[in-house]
């Protein structure tokens, strides 16, 4: 039942930050102000890894601000619905509902969504925030890149790797002092440990 409610909220289409032909979000300051969700609980950043579940290598990266308002920076991504507008690489609205149909649009037989999760102060929080707004569009491919320059310009987060890699990213988040971490799949089981 879940599942299908997913599937109509995921009426997106979905192109990885090496997808070709992703039209770039342009809604109105308008209506990112009607869309915008503030999110009750603590201030926080989550860094989202697309992974191959054959490969093991990364696909996409993404980064989730939970600030005074909940926005996912989707570098180079695509995710599109007709209730989330999207302003250049930065999804507004982003519902406690939104976020799950995010990571089950990346979650297929294919790949697995690495959530890594950590605290933070508002100021910081805030700070992402107007990183990610004032980012601008991302290339192709440089889903991990940009996502990376944002973070290391937070204070915690000086020692984020730069890389083109999100797998690499990943693990350069991982070392960050209170990241918890999760694994989403869908549609596959992964091997005993995995």
Do not use: W
Not at 2 to 22: H, P, S
Not at 66 to 79: K, L
Not at 121 to 138: D, F
Request: proline share 7%; glycine share 10%; charged share 15%.
């Amino acid at each position: 039942m879940l599942r299908q409610g997913i599937a109509v909220l995921a009426l997106v289409a979905l192109a990885a930050c090496a997808g070709e032909g992703q039209s770039r979000g342009s809604a109105t300051p308008e209506e990112v102000a009607r869309a915008a969700y503030q999110h009750p609980g603590p201030k926080s950043l989550t860094l989202y890894t697309v992974i191959s579940n054959t490969s093991g290598s990364g696909g996409h990266t993404a980064l989730l601000v939970n600030g005074s308002q909940r926005v996912i920076f989707d570098p180079a991504g695509s995710f599109h619905h007709h209730e989330v507008p999207r302003r250049d690489d930065v999804l507004y609205g982003i519902t406690p509902a939104f976020e799950l149909g995010y990571r089950s649009m990346h979650a297929r037989p294919a790949y697995h969504v690495v959530s890594q999760t950590v605290e933070v102060s508002p100021e910081v929080a805030e700070r992402a925030l107007q990183l990610v707004e004032a980012n601008g569009p991302v290339s192709q491919t440089q889903c991990a890149s940009a996502t990376a320059a944002v973070l290391r310009q937070l204070p915690g987060f000086e020692n984020i790797r730069a890389t083109l890699y999100p797998v690499q990213l990943q693990k350069s988040f991982q070392q960050v002092t209170g990241v918890q971490g999760t694994r989403y799949y869908e549609d596959f089981t992964p091997p005993p440990g995995g």
